[in-house]
């Protein structure tokens, strides 16, 4: 393809500006009135019929110049085309459309027989060259559409099947650059989700998506290289328009969601196909679920239980690649998974304030609700990976420290839990008249102490005695230092007992609690002999 384009660039370029010119004579005649429209039209079929005619005759002679005046007839064609059905509404859109379909096929097959590569290109460049250049003041946009649709599935066909990628190249990109043209010139009506201008953008996706995916096929199922690569720019491109029409107008979340569905669909087909789980495969598949991941996270924007709606969203998804990963022992998909758990940790501790409780039966209960059941299954996961999520490629004493971060995170969770269910439980029933909200914290997180002290006498970890400690110490400084300040209450009363009491019951199970070597004195050396 290199050879052939150092040879015939700047016949094509050549052309370009020769049909440039005749395209804008149309326009100046506009301008001017010199002659009527059927006329032009007329004079436009004369002009590329002629070409062409001359440059078949002298294809058996001169290959160059007969296919560089035959793609010059072709593409005079194809502006009288458009000049007639697309800047002017003078010709209805069937008529366009059979004439397209019978210049276009009549260029395929002529091209296909005698391999008449540059004939090809400067009718494509022409076809796609003339809407730009002419600019139409009316709204056809379903002639263009019907227009762009024959130029494409033909120049398609015999670039699949001659491997002629250029042909590919430029049908993708001129189809895309005037869809641009389109809506800067026309200012389309963007008032609901199926509007025309997301119509013709979703069209045009789909086609090419399709069309790369079917020149991928021919080619040998060779599903990787420039196809793969195209079409991931056709997504990107029409993630873009979809963001611009459907503003303000509905969830970008739905063409997300085809999108992730498709690539789904063509990750298994090309699996089908091939019989291989080749990168083509993985890659198709990986953007299929992260489309869908993200559609997901699209929908409910602008309701207030959105960040509850993805923390459990996102469980889902974090306990799914877990789920796999423990049965194929994939460190890669449990490392995955425990990246989402600790964002949506994050998250949700960063949103948890301002979240509706979601209360199940018409009444708050404490730790019986869809805020509460949030924090609980954030520490249920990681509680569980922490007990049973050994990685392979780590060392014993990597494990070992993995298990012990993710045990203490579960517990900050824990804590979380506690101190929005009580901060919650406090504001539904009313309670500020009767009890503090500081000192019930207080009692809360001495409670959340001694189950850490609990925790770590099960597991039989000293680390959990020292965030305990530390625990038990902040909330004594706390009580003390801040919340006793005022004036004397019964309730403090029971809070400094309760809190006693809970004392009490950590230094039981802190002296209780036995690691192994822990209290084993050391065997005394026997004195040696001299």
Known sequence: MNDFWRKSWISVLGAIFILSSIVYLFKLSLSLGWLTDSLKIGLGLALGAGAALVGLKLLGRLKLAGEVATGLGAAVLYATFAFAGIYYA????????????????TISILSFKMKLRLLMIMALVGGLLSPMLLRPETD?????????????????????????TELKLIGF???????????IQMHPVLDHFWSLPFRYAFAAYLFFTLAFFFSSWKSNLKFDGLNLYISFVNALIFGLWAMITLDGIASFGYPLLVMGLL??????????????FSTSVIVRLIGGILLLLLAFTQFGQGLDVKPLLSVYFWLVVAAGMLGIGQWKHWDGLRGGALAIWLAVGCYWFYTTWDTPWGIWFGVYLPFLNWAALAWELLAAMGFYVSLNGRFAKLSDRDNALLAS??????????????????????????LERFIDLDLSLSVAWGIYALLLFVWGAYSRQNLYRTFGSVVLLGVAAKTLLLDLSGSETVYKVIVLFVLGVITFVIA???????????????????????
């Open 90 to 105: 003078l010709w209805d859109s069937m008529t366009i459309f059979i004439c397209m379909l019978a210049l276009t096929l």
């Open 140 to 164: 056809q946009v379903f002639t263009l559409f019907l227009y762009l649709l024959v130029l494409n599935s033909a120049f398609f066909t015999v670039s699949i099947r001659l491997a002629w």
């Open 173 to 183: 990109a001129g189809t895309w650059l005037l869809y641009l043209i389109y809506f």
């Open 263 to 276: 690539y789904v669909l063509l990750a298994v087909v090309v699996y089908r196909l091939t019989g291989a």
């Open 405 to 430: 971060v993710l045990s203490v995170l579960s517990h900050l969770v824990v804590g979380g839990l506690l101190t929005i269910q009580v901060d919650n439980m406090i504001t539904y029933y009313q």
């Open 508 to 530: 039981y199970v802190n002296g209780k609690w036995k690691v192994p070597g822990e209290g084993v004195s050391k065997p005394e050396e026997a004195p040696s002999e001299r």
